[in-house]
């Protein structure tokens, strides 16, 4: 460990230390977390899985992901908008999964309102980044400790508050603001990281819907 917050890999090269050099989750610190994302089919998914990380480890979902995909069309929303109780008693029968009915039950509901947010927004890309928080809120310096003290900021809030209003589930503003974490609306990969650089480059390049 050269700093809180940071981790040496084999490679000799510094990381975010939540990884904890295991090598799928490095893999995904690596070549997914903080790119920014304007694919709605990709945006569902990730709000979904938030919702169903709550009380777990986001590496116990990774390792399932394959599975939630199978269970739940792809995260297609026009489909799993149609799931009905067959569906539900399906994925809870899915060891594959987290079979929690609610968060079951959740996603199914958000397809349907995922569905409404395109038809107002065009994109539910369009609806997320239109909240990317402004550098007035965001801290002179990402490091553990800001990180540490911050697992929601006043636009996860007021997402989470908004989606609540349009019959979202399961988006308190911490899974919120982890989705903004995964999905590149802001950089939280902490300083020293060797990935944060290329975020910020990334970011700079990347066409708001």
Not at 110 to 136: D, V
Not at 137 to 155: D, L, M
Request: net charge neutral; charged share 25%; with cysteine.
């Amino acid at each position: 460990m050269t700093a809180r917050g940071i981790i040496t890999g084999e490679d000799g090269r510094d990381r975010c230390a939540w990884h904890a050099n295991l090598e799928d989750y490095q893999r995904y610190h690596d070549d997914e977390w903080g790119r920014p994302m304007a694919d709605d089919i990709r945006l569902f998914e990730k709000i979904c899985l938030e919702g169903f990380q709550s009380g777990l480890s986001w590496l116990t979902i990774l390792r399932k992901r394959e599975a939630f995909r199978a269970a739940f069309a792809g995260f297609d929303f026009d489909v799993v908008a149609t799931f009905g109780n067959a569906d539900v008693e399906r994925c809870l029968a899915d060891t594959g999964i987290v079979r929690h009915r609610g968060k079951i039950v959740s996603t199914i509901n958000n397809a349907k309102r995922a569905q409404e947010l395109r038809a107002e927004f065009g994109t539910l890309a369009r609806y997320f980044w239109s909240h990317e928080p402004g550098a007035n809120e965001r801290p002179k310096a990402v490091t553990y400790e800001t990180i540490a003290a911050n697992p929601t900021t006043p636009t996860s809030v007021m997402i989470s508050k908004d989606l609540k209003k349009r019959g979202w589930t399961f988006v308190g503003p911490t899974t919120v603001y982890a989705f903004m974490q995964a999905m590149g609306l802001v950089n939280d990969h902490v300083e020293g990281c060797c990935c944060r650089e290329q975020i910020e480059q990334m970011r700079a390049s990347f066409v708001r819907p």
